[in-house]
């Protein structure tokens, strides 16, 4: 079952760009909204979080912007490094089980 | 810090032989879940536990079974192993918090093990 679809599927920026990662999700049950990072040889850990009743959270250089009526939400990276390196997830959660965007390759260019 | 540590970074097994992957946690989370990671698929949940000697199927259970006999320990255990097997799973734990009025479910993640079956 294809409940969350995110895009693109890969992604090149140059140092100091702004990357933008979107999810799309079918199931209005989902109740917390969180990107997960993932760099080489490790797991995924979490990155940044959203609740529903907020349309954005920002914490640093990394915001989540949240549309209800759309059922979507996106991952901003403002002034992308080159650490920002990685793969991104979203994963929305219904009754504790995440459930797994196809995932971003990111790569910032120095 | 939450560790989550799994018994091996690589693995190369035959088809057709018993394969056990292991997963231990030590920060007292109740929650433990099984993951395959596959290119282009994301992860896909197999297994999870809510508590000792309980498990529910994931999205792709076919192939597998889990073992919790104790709190910090989660076995994912490929009965009879077969090519198409073949990928990086991870195992993660986790603890349901209330944040902000919303039940949350942060899991932490081990490095992964990279099983490939001949």
């Known amino acids: 079952q294809q409940q969350v679809k995110q895009s693109p599927q890969s992604l090149i920026v140059q140092k100091g760009g702004i990357s933008i990662i979107n999810c799309a999700y079918e199931?209005?049950?989902?109740?917390?909204f969180p990107w997960y990072q993932q760099f080489p040889g490790k797991g995924p850990a979490l990155l940044i979080a959203?609740?529903?009743?907020?349309s954005e959270k920002k914490e640093g250089r990394f915001t989540i912007s949240f549309n209800k009526s759309a059922k979507q939400f996106s991952l901003h990276i403002m002034d992308s490094q080159p650490g920002d390196s990685a793969t991104y997830f979203c994963?929305?959660?219904?009754?504790?089980?995440?459930?797994f965007g196809t995932g971003t390759r990111l790569q910032v260019f120095p | 810090d939450v560790k989550v540590t799994q018994s091996s970074r690589y693995l190369v097994k035959r088809t057709g032989e018993k394969v056990f992957l292991e997963c231990v946690q030590d920060?007292?989370?109740?929650?433990m879940f099984w993951y395959r990671q596959d290119p282009g698929l994301g992860l896909r949940l197999i297994y999870f536990?809510?508590?000792?000697?309980?498990?529910e199927k994931g999205d792709i259970p076919e192939g597998y079974s889990v073992s919790r006999e104790k709190k910090e320990r989660f076995s994912l255990i490929l009965e009879s192993a077969s090519t198409n097997q073949t990928s990086m799973y991870l195992c993660?734990?986790?603890?349901?918090?209330?944040?902000?009025?919303?039940?949350?479910?942060?899991?932490?993640f081990g490095p992964g093990t990279r099983l490939t079956v001949l």
């Open positions: 959203i609740r529903p009743d907020v």
């Open positions: 920060m007292d989370h109740e929650n």
């Open positions: 536990s809510y508590d000792v000697k309980m498990k």
């Open positions: 994963a929305p959660e219904n009754t504790d089980k995440l459930i």
């Open positions: 993660a734990s986790s603890s349901t918090l209330v944040w902000a009025g919303v039940l949350t479910n942060e899991q932490f």
């Open positions: 199931n209005t049950a989902f109740d917390y």
